[in-house]
């Protein structure tokens, strides 16, 4: 493998830009190592933000979406400290059209590091709210803003009962 830097932070603008030729440029030095990975060969080292990267763009550019979520797990495996890895994985998710699974993803990272912003982006992007702490008052009713906001404080982003799991991928 390469022993290049790999800048993930660039990498995803690409992929959010959908420049797709650019993560290409980008991931061009992984390559072979990324083919052994495919073919499930366990001497392949893979470092944790390619296989990320590389596992969103196969999931949303390439449209193989099992190899990808593949990908971005064994990424989120290899360097489970890192944001991220949650961050990507739980937006290849999204992308699919399973929000609830991209949330379940998010909550880890969220809890891996707190203080990630993109994380709070990735929560945004999923767009969920929790209902208003006082059922009986409307949402817009400012008891229910400031104690939603405590309880955010408090609580951080809101926790699913409901988990979605899709059964297959195409």
Known sequence: MAESHFDADLA????????YDFVEEL????????????????????KADVLA????????HLNEKKAGISFCNRAV???PENPRNYLIL????????????ALE?????YKVNPDYEPIHEGFREVNRRRPPVFSFLSRNNKLNI?????????????LHDQKETPEKLS
Not at 27 to 46: F, T
Not at 54 to 60: F, L, N, T
Request: with cysteine.
């Open 146 to 158: 400031i104690m939603g906001k405590l309880r955010h404080r408090f609580q951080g982003p809101k």
């Open 12 to 19: 995803w603008r690409y992929l959010k830009e959908k420049r």
């Open 53 to 60: 990267i590389y596992g969103y763009y196969k999931c949303i």
């Open 105 to 109: 993803i998010l909550e880890a990272g």
């Open 90 to 101: 739980g937006m290849a998710w999204l992308k699919m059209g399973f929000p609830n699974k």
């Open 77 to 79: 495996e290899r360097h």
């Open 27 to 46: 991931i061009e030095d992984y390559k072979k190592d990324l083919e052994l990975m495919e073919r499930n060969d366990k001497h392949s080292m893979g």
